[in-house]
Each structure stands twice: as C-alpha cells, then as structure tokens.
C-alpha cells in the first residue's frame, strides 16, 4: 500500500486521491491488489470521484453517519507562524503510525481482518487532508505527545494490550493476533514527525520530546502534581525535557501504572491538562504559535479548552502570540460503530 500512497498528489481532494488508488490496483504488486479486492462490495462505489455532499450521500445509503471534525468557522491561517500538535496516540494517530505492520492493532491487517478496509481508507485520509489544513503555509510544525503515554513506563505497559479498543458492532469476537506498540520507545512519535510530516508538509516535521515524565525528580513531584501554577507558566523551566524519553525505565507523576481501578476521578482529565501546560511551556516565547489538540475523546479536549481560556492570561506575556483549538478526531467511532458525531474545530 505505501507505493500506492505514495503517488497522492499532496494538494488533491482526499476524494481524489482515493479514486486515484482504487484505478490503480491493476498495477499493484500481487499483495496490494489482493489488499484491494477485499474492498468490495463498496469498490464500485468508490471509484467515481466523490464530491463532499456525493460522499455524505454514500455514508447515508451505507448507514454511515460521518463528520468532519478539522471542519468549522474558526480554522487559522498558519501562513508564516508555527503549528504545534499535541497529538492522541491510541484511537486517534496510531491510525498514521508508518511503523505498524499487519500484526498490529490499527494496521491495515486489523481492518482488514474486520473487513473495515474501505473505512479505514477514508478515515486516514480524512486525518491527513485534515493535517494538511491546518498546517498550510506554516514556518514550522512540531509534534508533541498529546497521549497518556508519558513516560516509557506507561509506554511499554499500553504496549502488552492485545484488545482492540473497539470491536465492530456486528459482534465479531475480539482475535489475540494483533499486538500493541511502544509509541514513545518503538519509534512511533518519531516516525509520524518524519514520514507523516513529510506527507502533510512536505518535509518532516519537528519532534519536541517534552513528557510529563521529566518532571519526576523535581520538587512538582514531592506534592499531588495535578498542573503547573500560572507563575510555574511564566517561568522558563525547560531544563529537564526530553530526559523521560530517553529514560527506558522513566515514570510519569499521573496514572503511572495504567490501572484504571486504582486511578482517583478525573485523573485522566488532570493528566491531557498537564501535558497540554508541558507542551505550551515549549513554546512560550515564540511569537504567533497555532496549537492543536488531538484527541479521540472529547472529554479531555473540553477540560483542556476551559482551563486555558481562563488560565491563559495569568501565564504572561511569553503566551500572548499562543492560540488553542481542539480536534476531536475518533476513527475507531466510524469504521467499527458506523457513527461519527465529531465537534467540529474549536478556538478556545
């Protein structure tokens, strides 16, 4: 499948460009082409050129709902500033990870053993011309780490988890075959900055490897570390980044153990909001900065969106060039459930 995509023309429809790897399965390797032929019964369908309302059309004669969630009046012109992407990994850009092969949950093989390949098509594109979007015309685009997995602690215990975070709603049985991955310690963040940079951007984007894993050792973890004060904000404190992610055996001060029976309530929200702080404090300072947080459940992007229209003020003059959408992206709510009800983006 990666020489078909390869050949997307990087400014083209994704309606387009699906037709465009449809037409060309008869000169795919046998592999690919076989790939393709469990498309049908909607292959006919997808090869004529689909306009948006054609596509709303199919979905509904499908008894697909879908929406756009990079859709919305409040979309930004990057011309010239930096976008920084705090980015969800499972369910959300475990969909993009260059690096999973057929053995892995979310790969091509996992949707295709479920026969949800012509969905997860659609979905990726949807991602990757919604990627393009936002970052058109940007100086610079940097990825963050928008996932729970913020320490190689957490990493290598989400990495064990062969369940599938959602099972198609036809009652197909869950299958041990399809393993996890390490995203912060298998490469997967670095591998996204550079190939799916690339493909969105046309070269690889820079990879900021800020977790709030650092923080471990500091005097933030001696107390219940539930977020950065707003004079913690305006500090420049950045010393310790990176130092989680090179750390094998590194923790993290929220939901170190993954073990949702142990977790108090609302510490998953306590955690996006403290990566969401970690991530911004890279980028105080830098003048017009469009950040987008990613994420497949609305929750935390609601949480994070309130905390930073009124926080934002007290962290001082370093962030007044810093905007916060959110981007509630959920692939796994349309290919396995056939709904997609995402907001659309939203401007805190």
């Not at 064990?160 to 912060?184: E, Q, V, Y």
């Not at 004060?229 to 094998?248: I, R």
């Not at 993954?258 to 702080?277: F, H």
Request: charged residues 25%; negative net charge.
């Amino acid at each position: 499948m990666a020489n078909a995509m390869s050949s997307f023309s990087k400014n083209t429809p994704a309606s387009d460009n699906l037709r465009k790897f449809i037409d060309k399965a008869d000169a795919l390797p046998d592999k690919q082409k076989a790939f393709l032929d469990e498309l049908n019964p909607l292959v006919d369908l997808i090869k004529v050129p689909l306009a948006p309302e054609l596509m709303q059309k199919k979905y509904a004669e499908w008894g697909v709902q879908d929406s756009n969630p990079f859709s919305g009046d409040k979309l930004t012109s990057a011309k010239g500033d930096v976008v920084a992407i705090f980015a969800d990994y499972d369910g959300c850009f475990d969909l993009v990870n260059p690096l999973l092969t057929d053995d892995h949950q979310s790969s091509p093989g996992f949707f295709r053993h479920y026969k949800k390949s012509p969905l997860y098509m659609q979905e990726r594109i949807k991602l990757i011309d919604g990627l393009k979007a936002i970052t058109r015309g940007a100086s610079k685009v940097i990825l963050f780490v928008g996932s729970n997995r913020q320490s190689n602690h957490l990493d290598e215990i989400l990495s064990w988890n062969t369940s599938p975070k959602r099972l198609p709603s036809d009652g197909s049985k869950a299958t041990g075959k399809f393993r996890g991955f390490k995203a912060i310690g298998g490469g997967a963040f670095a591998a996204i900055a550079k190939e799916v940079g690339s493909e969105v951007s046309g070269k690889p984007w820079e990879l900021n490897k800020a977790l709030a894993g650092d923080l471990m050792g500091t005097r933030m973890a001696s107390r219940d570390l539930i977020a950065w004060t707003n004079k913690e904000m305006a500090q420049a404190s950045n010393a310790a980044t990176g130092t989680a992610w090179l750390d094998e055996e590194s923790h993290q001060p929220l939901m170190d153990d993954g073990n949702p029976e142990e977790m108090y309530d609302g510490e998953e929200d306590d955690l996006k909001w403290l990566l969401v702080q970690n991530n911004m404090k890279q980028l105080r300072g830098m003048g017009k900065v469009h950040a987008y947080f990613i994420d497949d459940r609305n929750k935390f992007l609601e949480v994070a969106g309130k905390k930073f229209a009124s926080e934002k003020l007290g962290w001082g003059e370093a962030y007044a060039g810093l905007d916060f959408h959110t981007i509630h992206f959920d692939y796994m709510d349309l290919i396995m459930d056939g709904n997609h009800h995402a907001l659309p983006l939203k401007k805190w």
